[in-house]
């Protein structure tokens, strides 16, 4: 079974240039979340999508935004890119409904952003 | 203001032996705690976790330990084997409603010593 599979790997822009990750959930799952993790630091939550709707964020700014389709997988959009944005973006899923249990989440490879 | 805390950016065991990783909380809202590990390359791997309304819970050679009144948690690895060097995170949900979003610590680098 294939895992959470996030998409590009790694990639480099430039501030100001707009980013898309791509993240396809473990077949089954239906809820989506995404996070940062900066280094040395642990994952920030940002965004979580249940059901193709948005359920709750993070302390993000609204350059951050997300979606979910129809076939449960997701995108993370980063407008105006700013040196600080560099880190990896981290997608994972659950099977369950938010709130059914412990949050146990099966998280991607991640994407790396480097903006310089 | 971090509400989840590892306070060891690093520890070294030898193999064989226990391994103590340390956690506190601030957030009397949190009702489940978790584990994960996480491998360079890879992404964080869920280990265990623990109900608020638990003291403890097993999985073999993982234990992790909750003292509420403390706002502590400790997850125990017996015995220690070279496949557990990692990083290892303590997450924390928080109970109402919404996005169940994990808070997490910054890690705690595990090195196994042969």
Redesign the interface.
Known sequence: DAGVTQSPTHLIKTRGQQVTLRCSPISGHKSVSWYQQVLGQGPQFIFQYYEKEERGRGNFPDRFSARQFPNYSSELNVNALLLGDSALYLCASRVGRPYSGANVLTFGAGSRLTVL | DQQ?K?NSPSLSVQEGRISILNCDYTNSMFD?F?W?KKYP??????LI?I?SIKDKNEDGRFTVFLNKSAKHLSLHIVPSQPGDSAVY?C?A?E?G???????????THLIIQP
């Open positions: 989840v590892q489940y978790l994960y390359a890879e992404g964080p791997t869920f976790s109900s995170f997450a949900r109970t409603g919404g996005a169940d979003g994990l808070t997490f610590g910054k890690g």
